[in-house]
């Protein structure tokens, strides 16, 4: 299968936060279903980026995704999750023109800026739109191995339904130990979340250092 992007990173945190199921149902299409961590409790997956090398050069994206069940794949090795962005924005116009044209992703219209700010014990994501805070975001780690994540990304075009699968590489810790943290502020971007019911303490957290996100081609199903 043809690799459509390949972009390093940087640094980059996937962290995974309780969701009402009827709130979940409502941001995916009819085809696909959520992932339920317990009754009537699905997952809210909240995805920062930095890259420091693409054919743009360096930006941050951020993406609020729900977490859905992978299909089964001819290409070989079995996804871990599925996912469905339903809202991404970045730092850079023409790095969100390309990703929009190229995958289809929702994104927010203006460009957001982020703060990166890493310890020992912790890593704090402070992301803002236009100066306003839009949400504060931190995890911890726990074990560091190299590994490469497994991954298919769900999207729209129009009635058209359509499938990539995702790999991401570098080193990465992950935890279920529920010490990280997420402040949600009034924005545009987080109108529909701080209406629904969603965890302040992520059940799964995952941080990921030095390695690199690829895109393969995408397929309609």
């Known amino acids: 299968m043809s690799i459509v992007s390949s972009h390093r990173f940087q640094t980059g945190v996937s962290a995974f936060f309780e969701m009402a199921t009827s709130d979940a149902r409502a941001l995916l299409p009819s085809h696909l279903e959520p992932i339920e961590v317990r009754h009537q409790r699905s997952v809210l997956s909240v995805n920062v ?6 054919v743009v050069g360096p930006y941050t ?4 995704a729900v977490i859905v069940p992978p299909l089964v794949a001819a290409w070989g090795q079995h996804a871990k999750a599925g996912l469905y962005p339903f809202l991404a924005a970045t730092s850079s116009e023409e790095a969100r023109r390309i990703k929009s044209e190229r995958f289809h992703f929702p994104y927010h ?4 800026d982020a703060q990166f700010i890493e310890t020992e014990d912790r890593l704090r994501i402070r992301v803002f739109g236009s100066g306003d805070p839009i949400f504060d975001l931190s995890v911890t780690p726990g074990a560091w191995e190299s590994t490469t994540h ?16 995702l790999q991401i590489s570098g080193d990465y810790t992950v935890h279920e130990n529920e010490q990280g943290d997420m402040t949600l502020f009034p924005h545009p971007m987080t109108t ?30």
């Open 61 to 64: 994206e951020v993406m609020f």
């Open 109 to 112: 219209d203006d460009n957001i």
């Open 150 to 165: 497994l991954l298919q990304g769900f999207m729209m075009n129009g009635q058209e339904r359509l499938r990539t699968i």
């Open 192 to 221: 529909n979340l701080l209406s629904e019911e969603v965890s302040s303490h992520p059940f799964r957290e995952h941080w990921f250092k030095n390695g690199t996100e690829v895109f393969h081609q995408l397929e309609a199903f």
């Open 49 to 54: 980026f930095l890259f420091d090398d693409s």
